[in-house]
């Protein structure tokens, strides 16, 4: 079946970095593009990022331009969110999730804060 496990989030500072990570599975995932959400605290969900099959288009929502690289290693079946100049509102639950949004993994909780 298809899985998507999202790791590396946890507690920065502000102006710190951190990388997410996405390990699928159950799919081919060289095929289908992915996608970075997040769901900041109180609000509703967030599109991020996303990045086609071959990993050299991305696109990138406008708070997160020139701060956020999102790559994949589709030997891996990973994909990754670098995360760089992080302020107080990135702080959110970060989401990864296959082409079309049938399937997300469990979401990993980065919390930017002094």
């Known amino acids: 079946q298809v899985q998507l496990v999202e790791s590396g989030g946890g507690l920065v500072q502000p102006g710190g970095s951190l990388r997410l990570s996405c390990a699928a599975s159950g799919f081919s995932f060289g095929s289908d593009g992915m996608y970075w959400v997040r769901k900041p605290p109180g609000k509703g969900l967030e599109w991020v990022s996303n990045?086609?099959?071959?990993?050299?288009?991305?696109a990138y929502t406008d708070s997160v331009k020139g701060r956020f690289t999102t790559s994949r290693d589709n030997a891996k079946n990973t994909l990754y969110l670098q995360m760089s100049g992080l302020k107080s509102e990135d702080t959110a639950v970060y989401y990864c999730a296959r082409q079309g949004y049938a399937y997300w993994g469990q979401g990993t909780q980065v919390t930017v804060s002094s």
């Open positions: 990045i086609n099959p071959g990993g050299d288009t991305t």
